[in-house]
Nanobody, 131 residues
Framework: QVQLAESAGGAVQAGGSLTLSCAVS?????????TAWFRQAPGKEREGVAS????????RYIEAVEGRFIVSRDSADNTLTLEMFRLKSEDTAMYFC???????????????????????WGQGTQVTVSS
């Protein structure tokens, strides 16, 4: 059973930076996984922000965060990290990490994350950006 737990989020001013971490346990070492970060703003649907495929290390981002966010994974301790730079007020949301085993021959990327493709979820952590 895969379990994920996000670190505490925080509140920052627009233009600032924040790093989220997600401790992942239970992943099988011999199976590649799609891992991802999602966010949900008040009154909006949850949207995928970035994905990282453990099989290749390939990352994908939505246009709104491309160039500002960096997703990475420390395979030594199975920590998934989302570094967020030049934050904007529209980045305010509850952020979730997610994972799902994905062994597909020839797969190189998980693509833009879609909610129904992910099996395991963290509990979420709040990020608030004030303008």
């Amino acid at each position: 059973q895969v379990q994920l737990a996000e670190s505490a989020g925080g509140a920052v001013q627009a233009g600032g930076s924040l790093t989220l971490s997600c401790a992942v346990s239970g992943m099988r070492y011999n199976i590649p996984y799609c891992t991802a970060w999602f966010r949900q703003a008040p009154g909006k649907e949850r949207e995928g922000v970035a994905s990282l495929y453990t099989g290749t290390g390939s990352a994908r981002y939505i246009e709104a965060v491309e160039g500002r966010f960096i997703v990475s994974r420390d395979s030594a301790d199975n920590t998934l990290t989302l570094e967020m730079f030049r934050l904007k007020s529209e980045d305010t949301a509850m952020y979730f990490c997610a994972a799902s085993p994905r062994y597909v021959l020839g797969l190189t990327s998980c693509g833009i994350p879609q909610e129904d493709e992910y099996q395991y979820w963290g509990q979420g952590t709040q990020v608030t950006v004030s303008s």
